[in-house]
């Protein structure tokens, strides 16, 4: 089976992205990143892509009048370097629903609550203030809403009483880097199959 090609968008340090990395070359996941692609020309995950010999694009946003234009910007380049599947890595801006109907079932995301709970920004602060005991990570197919997207995997993570957000986010991290890849490598080989909001993980043998 061909390598699927990722194209990976990141805002920030790009900490997922650096576990996909490290996920792929140590050949737990069967593809490889084609292009990374950030909205914010400071951001590490532009340095971590050139580290690893990766094309790395910055796509400014205030170079754009519209989230439509940005959108197609980002669509033209992931295009050029025929990206499979568009992953967002801590990628911080709103996408264009066009580009959303473009990719649709090929844009993945990772959020740190437990999703349909704790969406948009500061979801960890969020757990923290409504008083759960768990929180977690989730990985998700996008749809036009906000971290709304099929759920693909699921992982809980305990809420201490003394969590501030970021303690509680460091905690969630260890997980994201971990399940993340499992499933990008799930989509990789073909084990996953959407019907609607539900998402079947095949065995091995039905793939
Ligand atoms: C992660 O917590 C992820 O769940 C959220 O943004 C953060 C990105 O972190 N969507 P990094 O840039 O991958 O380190």
Redesign the pocket.
């Given at each position: 089976m061909a390598k699927t090609v990722l194209g990976v968008l990141?805002?920030?340090?790009?900490?997922?992205?650096q576990a996909i990395l490290d996920a792929i070359d140590a050949n737990q996941i069967r593809a490889e990143v084609g292009v990374v692609i950030s909205d914010k020309p400071t951001a590490a995950?532009l340095v971590r892509a050139k580290e690893h010999g990766i094309p790395a694009v910055c796509i400014d946003r205030k170079q754009f009048d519209s989230r439509a234009e940005f959108g197609k910007a980002l669509a033209e380049v992931i295009e050029k370097h025929q990206v499979d599947l568009v992953v967002?890595?801590?990628f911080m801006r709103i996408l264009d629903p066009d580009f959303i109907r473009l990719f649709s079932g090929r844009i993945m995301?990772?959020?740190?609550a437990l999703l349909p709970s704790f969406q948009g920004l500061n979801a960890q602060q969020q757990a923290i203030d409504y008083g759960v005991r768990l929180s977690g990570?989730t990985v998700h197919f996008v749809d036009e809403g906000t971290d709304t997207g099929p759920i693909i995997l699921q992982e809980a993570v305990p809420v201490m009483p003394d969590d501030t957000a970021d303690s509680l986010?460091e905690r969630?991290?260890v997980v994201?880097h971990r399940l993340y890849p499992q499933a990008i490598a799930l989509y990789c080989d073909g084990r996953l199959l959407s019907d609607g909001r539900k998402v079947t993980i095949l065995s091995k043998e039905e793939q």
């Open positions: 990141a805002s920030g340090r790009g900490s997922n992205l995950a967002l890595a801590g995301n990772i959020h740190p990570c986010a969630i991290l994201e």
